[in-house]
């Protein structure tokens, strides 16, 4: 069965720090896709990154990057230079056959000034 | 990325009573969308899969007869919770597919419902 772990409740980070955010799945697909959602309290979920089971490159969108290790099914995201405005919930995401999200439990990231 | 809405923001109704979330797309045509409820401090359980101009697709364990899903376009879709209980309280959020690389989901902000 497929299923996304995220063994971090929660994370306290200092501002300016970067942060690493683990998340590790399961699925005996060979094509699949990894996702990171923010979800603020505000409760709206932003997408942040993608990453393909084939993309040979990690993905990086601006301070966002997702240091993917498919051997050891691990999708964490790393968050650099971290803001106040970067305290949220973030949750790991996996995209099934049926273009259905699976999702982790999530971590909650509070950044300290 | 797509952008979503949906309304209204929150709602509080009384037991017995029904309500109906909207959720649109604004920019895009979405071929599918995807209703999910989120508990506090939890990550979002899948309802249905609402497929536009066929009837929704719902996950196990959910009451198609009280969550009515209704995709009549390309950028609307609704949730009917009919017949609301305090359980039903919840934070209801919907998404929408796209065809983007890696077929990511774009979120509306939620609505809270709150059923007295």
């Known amino acids: 069965a497929q299923k996304i772990t995220q063994t971090q409740p929660g994370m306290f980070v200092q501002e300016k720090e970067a942060v690493t955010l683990d998340c590790t799945y399961d699925t005996s697909d060979q094509s699949y896709g990894l996702f990171w959602y923010k979800q603020p309290s505000s409760g709206e979920m932003i997408f942040l990154i993608y990453?393909?089971?084939?993309d040979e490159q990690n993905a990086t969108e601006g301070r966002y990057s997702l240091n993917f290790q498919k051997a050891r099914k691990s999708a964490n995201l790393v968050i650099s230079a971290s803001q106040l405005g970067d305290s949220a919930m973030y949750f790991c995401?996996?995209?099934?056959?049926?273009?259905?999200?699976?999702w982790g439990a999530g971590t909650k990231l509070i950044i300290k000034p | 990325g797509a952008v979503v809405s949906q309304h209204p923001s929150w709602v509080i109704c009384k037991s017995g009573t029904s309500v109906k979330i909207e959720c649109r797309s604004l920019?895009?045509?979405?071929?599918?969308m995807f209703w999910y409820r989120q508990f506090p401090k939890q990550s979002l359980m899948l309802m249905a899969t609402s497929n536009e101009g066929s009837k929704a697709t719902y996950e196990q364990g959910v009451e198609k007869d009280k969550f009515l899903i209704n995709h009549a376009s390309l950028t609307l879709s609704t949730l009917t919770v009919t017949s609301a209980h305090p359980e039903d309280s919840s934070f209801y959020i919907c998404s929408v597919g796209t065809s983007g690389i890696g077929y990511e989901q774009y979120f509306g902000p939620g609505t809270r419902l709150t059923v007295t």
């Open positions: 995401a996996m995209m099934d056959s049926n273009y259905q999200l699976i």
């Open positions: 920019d895009f045509q979405a071929t599918t």
């Open positions: 990453q393909g089971s084939y």
